[in-house]
């Protein structure tokens, strides 16, 4: 306990904890210092690169380029596509029922909507491509301005 020396008559009554906290940072530095450093070793095989192999580079697939007009109809690279063949159409392109393609070798799907078409044709065709695993979906835009 501490006493104020100040003309004030009331004995101060706070711990003064500035030494301890010095004493403590000192003690910890030591066994910090003092430590053993771990020394276990643990041996990892990392694989080694092979020299001058390059991966085979394949070529992605042509887009197929979809056309939904304001009548409703789809086509396919210029080919009229009947609605209900198009899930089997595109399963056909992702060979979803043998072994599904990767991504990067995936066809990326190019759909060109008329601007009077119906919204529900477009949904359709999005819903089937989905449903085919179609991973490259884009729209594109013709119009001149």
């Excluded at 992605?60 to 198009?86: D, F, H, W």
């Excluded at 992702?94 to 990326?108: E, M, S």
């Excluded at 477009?122 to 089937?128: F, I, W, Y």
């Amino acid at each position: 306990m501490a006493f104020s020396s100040r003309g004030g008559s009331s004995p101060k009554a706070d711990m003064n904890v500035v030494p301890l906290i010095d004493i403590l940072l000192v003690l910890l530095i030591i066994f910090m210092v003092t430590a053993p450093t771990p020394s276990l070793r643990i041996n990892v095989n990392l694989p080694q690169r092979s020299p001058n192999v390059e991966p085979p580079r394949t070529e992605p697939p042509p887009p197929l380029q979809l056309r939904i007009s304001s009548a409703g109809e789809v086509t396919v690279n210029n080919t009229l596509q009947p609605m209900a063949t198009l899930q089997a159409y595109f399963e056909d392109i992702t060979q979803v029922r043998t072994q599904l393609l990767p991504v990067d070798q995936q066809p990326r799907l190019e759909i060109n909507v008329d601007l009077d078409a119906e919204y529900e044709v477009l949904a359709q065709v999005l819903a089937r491509a989905r449903n085919a695993q179609l991973e490259k979906i884009s729209f594109v835009d013709e119009t001149t301005p």
